[in-house]
Protein backbone atom coordinates (compact mmCIF):
# COMPACT_ATOMS: atom_id res chain seq x y z
CA UNK A 1 0.00 0.00 0.00
CA UNK A 2 1.41 3.67 -0.79
CA UNK A 3 1.97 5.67 1.96
CA UNK A 4 -1.09 8.00 2.93
CA UNK A 5 0.03 11.98 1.19
CA UNK A 6 -1.00 14.05 4.30
CA UNK A 7 -2.87 17.32 3.67
CA UNK A 8 -0.63 20.30 3.49
CA UNK A 9 -3.41 22.03 5.45
CA UNK A 10 -5.98 20.22 7.86
CA UNK A 11 -9.09 22.09 8.15
CA UNK A 12 -11.61 21.07 11.22
CA UNK A 13 -14.32 22.52 13.21
CA UNK A 14 -14.69 21.74 16.65
CA UNK A 15 -17.75 22.99 17.76
CA UNK A 16 -18.11 26.75 17.04
CA UNK A 17 -14.21 26.92 15.92
CA UNK A 18 -13.06 26.51 12.73
CA UNK A 19 -9.15 25.17 12.91
CA UNK A 20 -6.83 25.61 9.56
CA UNK A 21 -3.62 24.06 10.44
CA UNK A 22 -0.56 24.53 7.91
CA UNK A 23 0.75 21.23 7.91
CA UNK A 24 4.36 20.82 6.16
CA UNK A 25 6.63 21.04 9.42
CA UNK A 26 9.39 19.16 6.98
CA UNK A 27 9.56 22.94 5.19
CA UNK A 28 8.28 24.45 8.79
CA UNK A 29 4.98 24.91 6.52
CA UNK A 30 6.08 27.41 4.40
CA UNK A 31 3.42 27.87 1.91
CA UNK A 32 2.28 27.23 -1.34
CA UNK A 33 -0.37 27.92 -3.88
CA UNK A 34 -2.17 25.11 -2.98
CA UNK A 35 -1.88 25.81 0.84
CA UNK A 36 -3.15 29.63 -0.12
CA UNK A 37 -6.32 28.32 -1.64
CA UNK A 38 -7.03 25.74 1.06
CA UNK A 39 -6.73 28.75 3.94
CA UNK A 40 -8.84 30.61 1.73
CA UNK A 41 -11.80 28.68 0.69
CA UNK A 42 -11.93 27.41 4.44
CA UNK A 43 -12.46 31.24 4.99
CA UNK A 44 -14.83 31.85 2.69
CA UNK A 45 -16.59 28.70 3.74
CA UNK A 46 -16.69 29.66 7.08
CA UNK A 47 -18.01 33.43 6.56
CA UNK A 48 -21.33 32.31 6.40
CA UNK A 49 -21.60 29.61 8.53
CA UNK A 50 -23.36 30.67 11.17
CA UNK A 51 -22.30 27.94 13.38
CA UNK A 52 -18.85 29.04 13.17
CA UNK A 53 -17.92 32.05 15.18
CA UNK A 54 -14.04 32.37 15.60
CA UNK A 55 -11.16 30.61 13.25
CA UNK A 56 -8.05 29.41 14.56
CA UNK A 57 -4.60 29.10 12.50
CA UNK A 58 -1.53 27.40 13.67
CA UNK A 59 0.89 25.06 12.13
CA UNK A 60 2.32 21.83 12.83
CA UNK A 61 5.49 20.75 14.32
CA UNK A 62 7.25 21.97 16.86
CA UNK A 63 9.25 24.04 14.33
CA UNK A 64 7.23 27.10 13.54
CA UNK A 65 3.49 28.66 11.97
CA UNK A 66 5.32 29.07 8.53
CA UNK A 67 8.73 29.96 6.96
CA UNK A 68 7.38 32.23 4.61
CA UNK A 69 6.32 31.15 1.26
CA UNK A 70 7.86 28.15 -0.88
CA UNK A 71 10.43 30.27 -2.31
CA UNK A 72 12.16 27.42 -4.27
CA UNK A 73 9.04 26.66 -6.10
CA UNK A 74 9.27 30.91 -7.20
CA UNK A 75 12.54 30.34 -8.30
CA UNK A 76 11.39 27.71 -10.59
CA UNK A 77 9.01 30.32 -11.66
CA UNK A 78 11.11 32.95 -12.27
CA UNK A 79 12.89 30.70 -14.54
CA UNK A 80 10.43 29.30 -16.20
CA UNK A 81 10.17 25.74 -15.06
CA UNK A 82 7.02 26.57 -13.20
CA UNK A 83 3.62 29.12 -13.18
CA UNK A 84 5.26 32.78 -12.78
CA UNK A 85 5.31 33.92 -9.34
CA UNK A 86 3.00 36.78 -10.12
CA UNK A 87 0.03 34.30 -9.60
CA UNK A 88 1.00 33.33 -6.11
CA UNK A 89 2.02 36.82 -4.87
CA UNK A 90 -1.70 37.83 -6.11
CA UNK A 91 -3.30 34.92 -4.52
CA UNK A 92 -1.30 35.41 -1.38
CA UNK A 93 -1.98 38.57 -0.87
CA UNK A 94 -5.65 38.50 -1.79
CA UNK A 95 -5.29 35.80 1.51
CA UNK A 96 -3.81 38.52 3.89
CA UNK A 97 -6.33 41.27 3.67
CA UNK A 98 -9.15 38.62 3.52
CA UNK A 99 -7.82 37.74 7.34
CA UNK A 100 -7.33 41.34 8.31
CA UNK A 101 -10.78 42.16 6.80
CA UNK A 102 -12.83 38.59 8.40
CA UNK A 103 -15.65 39.52 10.53
CA UNK A 104 -15.07 36.86 12.70
CA UNK A 105 -12.14 37.01 14.88
CA UNK A 106 -9.23 34.77 13.77
CA UNK A 107 -6.53 33.67 16.47
CA UNK A 108 -3.38 33.15 15.01
CA UNK A 109 -0.68 31.20 16.88
CA UNK A 110 2.54 32.31 15.84
CA UNK A 111 4.77 29.92 17.66
CA UNK A 112 8.44 29.06 16.62
CA UNK A 113 9.57 30.25 13.18
CA UNK A 114 7.34 33.00 11.64
CA UNK A 115 9.08 34.35 8.74
CA UNK A 116 8.16 36.47 5.43
CA UNK A 117 4.93 35.00 4.34
CA UNK A 118 4.39 33.66 7.61
CA UNK A 119 3.86 36.80 9.15
CA UNK A 120 1.25 37.35 6.26
CA UNK A 121 -0.95 34.59 7.77
CA UNK A 122 -0.55 35.68 10.99
CA UNK A 123 0.25 39.21 11.30
CA UNK A 124 -2.96 40.62 10.14
CA UNK A 125 -5.39 38.36 12.23
CA UNK A 126 -7.18 40.31 14.74
CA UNK A 127 -5.47 38.12 18.20
CA UNK A 128 -1.95 37.05 17.93
CA UNK A 129 -0.13 34.67 19.80
CA UNK A 130 3.35 34.33 20.30
CA UNK A 131 5.13 31.79 23.13
CA UNK A 132 8.68 31.26 24.47
CA UNK A 133 10.35 29.84 20.71
CA UNK A 134 8.60 32.52 19.09
CA UNK A 135 11.14 33.97 16.44
CA UNK A 136 9.13 37.14 13.94
CA UNK A 137 11.40 38.54 10.73
CA UNK A 138 10.79 39.69 8.04
CA UNK A 139 13.96 38.63 6.17
CA UNK A 140 13.22 39.22 2.44
CA UNK A 141 16.50 41.57 1.39
CA UNK A 142 18.58 38.67 2.49
CA UNK A 143 17.38 37.38 -0.63
CA UNK A 144 17.05 40.42 -2.78
CA UNK A 145 13.71 40.88 -2.00
CA UNK A 146 11.76 43.76 -0.32
CA UNK A 147 9.49 42.78 2.86
CA UNK A 148 5.68 41.66 1.45
CA UNK A 149 2.68 40.21 2.74
CA UNK A 150 1.63 43.40 4.22
CA UNK A 151 4.80 43.07 6.52
CA UNK A 152 5.73 46.90 6.44
CA UNK A 153 2.13 48.23 6.81
CA UNK A 154 2.45 46.46 10.20
CA UNK A 155 6.70 47.68 10.75
CA UNK A 156 5.84 51.12 9.39
CA UNK A 157 3.96 51.42 12.51
CA UNK A 158 6.16 49.86 14.71
CA UNK A 159 7.54 52.21 17.65
CA UNK A 160 10.16 55.02 16.61
CA UNK A 161 12.84 53.33 13.75
CA UNK A 162 12.30 49.59 15.08
CA UNK A 163 9.88 48.36 11.91
CA UNK A 164 12.86 50.29 10.07
CA UNK A 165 15.88 47.90 11.54
CA UNK A 166 13.71 44.81 10.78
CA UNK A 167 12.48 45.49 7.97
CA UNK A 168 16.24 46.43 6.57
CA UNK A 169 18.01 43.83 8.40
CA UNK A 170 15.40 41.19 8.89
CA UNK A 171 16.18 41.19 12.59
CA UNK A 172 14.37 38.13 14.30
CA UNK A 173 12.27 39.50 16.95
CA UNK A 174 11.55 37.29 20.15
CA UNK A 175 8.22 37.17 21.76
CA UNK A 176 8.56 40.56 23.67
CA UNK A 177 10.15 42.10 20.44
CA UNK A 178 7.14 41.05 18.88
CA UNK A 179 4.45 42.61 20.96
CA UNK A 180 6.64 45.42 21.56
CA UNK A 181 6.68 45.88 17.18
CA UNK A 182 3.01 45.75 17.07
CA UNK A 183 3.28 42.44 15.73
CA UNK A 184 1.80 40.27 18.05
CA UNK A 185 -0.55 40.85 21.27
CA UNK A 186 -0.32 38.35 23.78
CA UNK A 187 1.96 36.08 25.08
CA UNK A 188 0.88 32.52 26.56
CA UNK A 189 3.25 30.17 27.45
CA UNK A 190 3.82 27.12 25.31
CA UNK A 191 2.77 24.76 28.15
CA UNK A 192 -0.35 26.51 28.06
CA UNK A 193 -1.25 26.45 24.39
CA UNK A 194 -3.03 22.87 24.45
CA UNK A 195 -5.46 24.75 27.23
CA UNK A 196 -5.90 27.48 25.71
CA UNK A 197 -7.01 25.82 22.03
CA UNK A 198 -9.53 23.51 24.23
CA UNK A 199 -11.04 26.33 25.38
CA UNK A 200 -11.53 28.25 22.28
CA UNK A 201 -13.36 24.72 21.07
CA UNK A 202 -15.93 25.54 23.35
CA UNK A 203 -16.80 28.82 22.53
CA UNK A 204 -19.93 30.30 22.18
CA UNK A 205 -19.72 33.64 20.69
CA UNK A 206 -17.35 35.82 18.71
CA UNK A 207 -16.60 37.86 21.87
CA UNK A 208 -15.43 35.08 23.64
CA UNK A 209 -11.97 34.62 21.75
CA UNK A 210 -10.54 37.82 22.74
CA UNK A 211 -11.44 36.48 26.63
CA UNK A 212 -10.58 33.07 26.24
CA UNK A 213 -6.89 33.79 24.96
CA UNK A 214 -6.30 36.81 27.40
CA UNK A 215 -7.00 34.33 30.29
CA UNK A 216 -3.79 32.37 28.87
CA UNK A 217 -2.02 34.92 28.75
CA UNK A 218 1.09 35.94 30.79
CA UNK A 219 3.63 38.71 30.92
CA UNK A 220 6.11 38.09 27.79
CA UNK A 221 10.00 37.81 28.01
CA UNK A 222 11.38 41.64 28.29
CA UNK A 223 12.59 42.17 25.00
CA UNK A 224 16.14 42.05 23.49
CA UNK A 225 16.22 44.71 20.97
CA UNK A 226 13.29 46.93 22.20
CA UNK A 227 13.68 49.10 24.33
CA UNK A 228 17.48 48.08 25.01
CA UNK A 229 18.90 49.55 21.93
CA UNK A 230 16.25 52.17 21.20
CA UNK A 231 18.93 54.94 21.70
CA UNK A 232 21.12 53.83 18.50
CA UNK A 233 18.15 52.52 16.57
CA UNK A 234 16.03 55.91 17.12
CA UNK A 235 18.83 57.92 15.63
CA UNK A 236 20.88 55.72 12.81
CA UNK A 237 17.36 54.77 11.40
CA UNK A 238 16.30 58.01 10.80
CA UNK A 239 15.89 59.77 7.40
CA UNK A 240 15.25 58.60 3.94
CA UNK A 241 19.13 57.97 2.98
CA UNK A 242 20.30 54.22 3.42
CA UNK A 243 23.75 55.10 2.69
CA UNK A 244 22.96 57.64 5.47
CA UNK A 245 21.74 54.67 7.86
CA UNK A 246 24.63 52.30 6.88
CA UNK A 247 27.03 54.70 8.06
CA UNK A 248 25.51 56.04 11.34
CA UNK A 249 25.31 52.25 12.08
CA UNK A 250 28.94 51.90 11.00
CA UNK A 251 29.82 55.05 13.25
CA UNK A 252 27.80 54.46 16.75
CA UNK A 253 29.89 52.76 19.69
CA UNK A 254 27.19 50.37 20.25
CA UNK A 255 28.86 46.85 19.44
CA UNK A 256 24.81 45.85 18.86
CA UNK A 257 24.87 48.85 15.97
CA UNK A 258 27.81 47.93 14.03
CA UNK A 259 26.44 44.45 14.12
CA UNK A 260 23.77 45.70 12.31
CA UNK A 261 25.53 47.78 9.75
CA UNK A 262 27.55 44.30 9.22
CA UNK A 263 24.02 42.51 8.77
CA UNK A 264 22.82 45.59 6.16
CA UNK A 265 25.70 45.37 4.97
CA UNK A 266 25.42 42.17 3.28
CA UNK A 267 21.90 42.30 2.22
CA UNK A 268 20.83 43.48 -1.09
CA UNK A 269 21.73 47.31 -1.95
CA UNK A 270 19.36 47.64 -4.18
CA UNK A 271 16.77 45.46 -2.23
CA UNK A 272 17.50 47.63 1.00
CA UNK A 273 16.88 50.99 -0.95
CA UNK A 274 13.87 49.71 -2.38
CA UNK A 275 12.68 49.07 0.71
CA UNK A 276 13.52 51.93 2.66
CA UNK A 277 11.37 53.95 0.44
CA UNK A 278 8.38 51.62 0.41
CA UNK A 279 8.13 51.40 4.35
CA UNK A 280 8.29 55.41 4.21
CA UNK A 281 5.40 55.18 1.80
CA UNK A 282 3.51 52.41 3.71
CA UNK A 283 3.64 54.76 7.13
CA UNK A 284 0.86 56.73 5.03
CA UNK A 285 -1.04 53.67 3.40
CA UNK A 286 -4.06 51.50 4.21
CA UNK A 287 -3.42 47.72 4.25
CA UNK A 288 -4.89 47.45 0.98
CA UNK A 289 -2.96 49.53 -0.71
CA UNK A 290 0.83 48.49 0.44
CA UNK A 291 -0.32 44.96 -0.10
CA UNK A 292 -0.60 46.72 -3.82
CA UNK A 293 2.59 48.02 -3.64
CA UNK A 294 3.93 44.73 -2.39
CA UNK A 295 2.62 43.42 -5.46
CA UNK A 296 4.04 45.63 -8.22
CA UNK A 297 7.57 45.45 -6.01
CA UNK A 298 7.63 41.83 -6.12
CA UNK A 299 6.41 41.72 -9.82
CA UNK A 300 9.93 43.95 -10.09
CA UNK A 301 12.44 42.11 -8.51
CA UNK A 302 11.41 38.90 -10.07
CA UNK A 303 12.95 40.75 -13.06
CA UNK A 304 15.62 41.64 -11.10
CA UNK A 305 19.49 40.09 -10.96
CA UNK A 306 19.22 40.14 -7.19
CA UNK A 307 15.90 37.78 -6.38
CA UNK A 308 17.04 34.86 -8.18
CA UNK A 309 20.71 35.27 -7.54
CA UNK A 310 19.47 35.77 -3.21
CA UNK A 311 17.27 32.59 -3.55
CA UNK A 312 20.27 30.72 -5.50
CA UNK A 313 22.68 31.28 -2.62
CA UNK A 314 20.43 31.13 -0.02
CA UNK A 315 18.23 28.17 -1.04
CA UNK A 316 19.45 26.51 -3.42
CA UNK A 317 23.13 26.26 -3.79
CA UNK A 318 23.20 27.20 -0.20
CA UNK A 319 26.72 28.85 -0.77
CA UNK A 320 25.82 31.82 1.01
CA UNK A 321 27.55 34.09 -1.14
CA UNK A 322 25.31 36.40 -3.56
CA UNK A 323 26.61 38.44 -6.01
CA UNK A 324 24.59 41.93 -5.85
CA UNK A 325 24.09 43.86 -8.60
CA UNK A 326 25.21 46.18 -8.07
CA UNK A 327 27.72 45.58 -5.14
CA UNK A 328 27.02 48.45 -2.90
CA UNK A 329 24.51 51.03 -1.81
CA UNK A 330 26.90 53.77 -3.00
CA UNK A 331 26.13 52.39 -6.86
CA UNK A 332 21.92 52.12 -6.40
CA UNK A 333 20.85 55.56 -7.65
CA UNK A 334 17.61 57.16 -6.98
CA UNK A 335 16.28 56.82 -10.34
CA UNK A 336 16.67 53.14 -10.12
CA UNK A 337 14.94 52.88 -6.73
CA UNK A 338 12.41 54.95 -8.36
CA UNK A 339 12.08 52.79 -11.49
CA UNK A 340 10.53 49.95 -9.10
CA UNK A 341 7.27 52.14 -8.00
CA UNK A 342 6.37 53.56 -11.55
CA UNK A 343 3.08 52.45 -12.53
Known amino acids: MPATVEEPVVASVHGRLGHIRLNRPSKINALNLEMIGSVRACLRQWATNESVVAVLIDGAGDRGLCAGGDIAAVYDGIRGESPAPQGFWSDEYRMNLEIAEYAKPVVAVMHG ?3 GGGIGISGHARIRVVTESSQLAMPETGIGLSPDVGGLYLL ?19 PGDSIAAGL ?17 RGIETADDASRIVSSFAAAPPPGVVWPASRHWIDTCYRGDDPRAILSALRSDPDPAARHAAQTLAGRSPTAVAVTLAAIRRAASMSLAEVLEQDLVLSVRFAAHHDFPEGIRAQIIDKDRQPRWRPAHLDDVTD ?9
Open 113 to 115: ITF
Open 156 to 174: SRAPGELGTHAALTGARLG
Open 184 to 200: ADFFVPVGDLGAMVTSL
Open 335 to 343: AQVAAFFAP
